[in-house]
């Protein structure tokens, strides 16, 4: 089965993972002043609609440009957005492809991280060009951590001063789940 030219929506554990829509933009805003979410990903620090509207177009634009896959991580009874997703496919002609994800505060501790990324590692491995799914977490990051592991990903090492953060290089610890293997 070839992967889809375009963002499916995938169900799972209480979570709908879906495109971004623009109802999404209030939520973007407020996912714009966290502490954390504006220094690793692509949402800017600002409360600025246009600057939200900016986020969801880079959002759509991922699959065309080849990076892959942004999902927005909804609840499933009311399809309210609580946090982002992504499936990034650089790789893939290696069987590589790794995933990020991030869930706004208001929304943390319920959950959603872990369905989100069990529903997306399971779909991933739909595939057969994927053999090997990755993710990135910050050591300090605990509850990040443990999602990836109650989702059955493995802690492979630490990479040292890995990843930008602010103006910060920062470790990371890298872990990896694999797709079943036939015997």
Same mark, same amino acid.
């Given at each position: 089965m070839p992967m889809p030219s375009g963002v499916p929506v995938l169900r799972g554990g209480g979570v709908?993972? $879906?495109p971004f829509a623009d109802g999404d933009v209030p939520f973007v805003v407020a996912a714009s002043h966290d502490s954390? #979410?504006?220094? #690793?990903?692509?949402? $800017?620090?600002?409360?600025s609609t246009e600057d939200a509207v900016d986020y969801i177009h880079r959002?759509? %634009?991922r699959l065309a440009a080849g990076v892959g896959y942004s999902? %927005? %991580?909804a609840a499933a009874d009311t399809d309210v957005a609580? &946090?982002?997703i992504s499936l990034w496919t650089r790789d893939i002609a290696r069987g590589r492809v790794s995933t &990020?994800?991030?869930i706004a505060e208001a929304h943390r501790g319920r959950g959603f991280a872990r369905a989100a990324l069990a529903t997306l590692s399971d779909w991933a491995f739909t595939f057969p060009e994927v053999a090997r799914l990755e993710l990135h977490v910050e050591p300090e990051n605990a509850a990040s951590w443990r999602t990836a592991e109650s989702c059955g990903f493995d802690r492979e090492g630490l990479l040292r001063c890995?990843? $930008?953060v602010g103006s910060e290089d920062r470790d990371m610890f890298v872990y990896s789940r694999v797709a079943p293997r036939e015997t």
């Open positions: 709908r993972l $879906r954390l #979410i504006p220094l #690793i990903t692509s949402v $800017r620090r600002s409360s959002q759509h %634009a999902f %927005a %991580a609580v &946090g982002q &990020g994800y991030w890995w990843q $930008r």
